[in-house]
Nanobody, 128 residues
């Protein structure tokens, strides 16, 4: 059983920064791509960013491109989401998730249905 635990959320002023972390259990973390998603009240869960199993490929939602950076440290079984220039519309619960496909040969998984394990989420609130 894989466990994903997010941390780093909180309240920040618009224009500020936060770094989210997602710590994963298990010995095969480096074989799987990871993604970040978010869900605002009364909205569907949406894709934010994803990174391939080796870290060489990334994908971002247009709404966060240029402001957010996803990275991973396979030695620490951790994936990060650096969020800069935060806006009020970034307010949401942020979830990390694991790609259901081991060693995805190309691309990264960009939709929720391609992920099989999810964390419990961490709240990010951006005050305008």
């Amino acid at each position: 059983q894989v466990q994903l635990v997010e941390s780093g959320g909180g309240l920040v002023q618009a224009g500020g920064s936060l770094r989210l972390s997602c710590a994963a259990s298990g010995r095969t973390f480096s074989n799987y791509g990871m993604g970040w998603f978010r869900q605002a009240p009364e909205k569907e869960r949406e894709f934010v960013a994803a990174i391939s199993w080796g870290g060489g490929r990334t994908l971002y939602a247009d709404s966060v491109k240029g402001r957010f950076t996803i990275s991973r440290d396979n030695a620490k079984n951790t994936v990060y989401l650096q969020m800069n220039s935060l806006k009020s519309e970034d307010t949401a619960v942020y979830f990390c998730a694991r790609d259901q496909l081991t060693v995805r040969p190309k691309g990264v998984a960009g939709t929720p249905n391609l992920y099989d394990y999810w964390g419990q989420g961490t709240q990010v609130t951006v005050a305008s």
